[in-house]
């Protein structure tokens, strides 16, 4: 079955860096369309970043130009880059994965296979 696992969340302080993975397994990867989530505290999970299997990306406009999603089909692993970590960034941060179809795009309802996250904490 499809297992997703993420890593590399922590705390660091507003303007850090920190780069998450998500190490995917149980299913064809390359096929996948895969993206980040997060979920603060006492708010909805909102999406981050999308990354089909044709490599093209899409992103939520409070990250663009400081986030990039990648992906290493070879490696089965996805990537989150985070430059400038503002406090609000802080966040428990999801990995899912769905089959590409007419679309990829970090939409909450599109995905169904889900990771446990991983915890990022930005301090001011």
């Known amino acids: 079955q499809v297992q997703l696992v993420e890593s590399g969340g922590g705390s660091v302080q507003a303007g850090g860096s920190l780069r998450l993975s998500c190490a995917a397994s149980g299913y064809t990867y390359s096929s996948y369309c895969m993206g980040w989530f997060r979920q603060a505290p006492g708010k909805e999970r909102e999406g981050v970043a999308a990354?089909?299997?044709?490599?093209?990306?899409s992103y939520a406009a409070s990250v663009k130009g400081r986030f990039t999603i990648s992906r290493d089909n070879a490696k089965n692993t996805l990537y989150l880059q985070m430059n400038s970590l503002k406090p609000e960034d802080t966040a428990m941060y999801y990995c899912?994965?769905?089959?590409?179809?007419?679309?990829?795009?970090?939409?909450?309802?599109?995905?169904?296979?889900w990771g446990q996250g991983t915890q990022v904490t930005v301090s001011s």
């Open positions: 990354i089909d299997s044709d490599g093209s990306r």
């Open positions: 899912a994965a769905e089959l590409s179809g007419s679309g990829c795009y970090p939409i909450v309802a599109d995905f169904g296979y």
